[in-house]
């Protein structure tokens, strides 16, 4: 696949449930459906690597045509599984956490010039609360 790259490397990762060697794959959103086929399993999104069929664990790093960072997730056994990041134009507009491929804890968005807009609260994948403007939607 043109531009993409797959590379090892060790990091010392904060929580247990993270292997410490992991893939890093960067590329753009077309070559990451060549590259990757997600399958729904259980009624999760999971990952697989098209060339081997085995379920990714890594960070992958998705870019827009020119080469600018659009997102960077990472994915333990296919299943998203820390941090999430979006980008636009360079500048951060989302981000929040997963955990065995569910959404969990608080999820942020920005606007243009980098100020809060709304964050909302996860669950397991289920929102119990959204907070816009400082008023509370449940």
Not at 2 to 11: D, F, G, H, V, Y
Not at 48 to 61: A, H, L, V
Not at 108 to 135: A, K, P, W
Request: proline share 1%; no cysteine.
């Amino acid at each position: 696949v043109p531009n993409a790259e797959i590379t090892k490397e060790t990091q010392n990762l904060s929580t247990t449930s993270k292997p410490e060697s992991k893939e890093f794959w960067t590329g753009t959103a077309q070559e990451v459906e060549g590259a990757f086929q997600t399958k729904l399993i259980n009624g999760i999104d999971t990952v697989f690597d098209r060339s081997t069929n085995q379920r990714f664990t890594g960070k992958m790093r998705i870019l827009d045509s020119v080469g600018d960072k659009k997102g960077e997730l990472e994915l333990v056994n296919g299943q998203m599984h820390g941090e999430e990041l979006f980008f636009e134009d360079g500048k951060l507009k989302g981000l929040g956490d997963y955990i065995d491929g569910q959404e969990n804890g608080n999820w942020q968005e920005f606007n243009n010039e980098g100020n809060f807009l709304y964050i909302g609260n996860y669950n397991s994948g289920n929102l119990d609360l959204r907070i816009i403007n400082n008023s509370y939607e449940l």
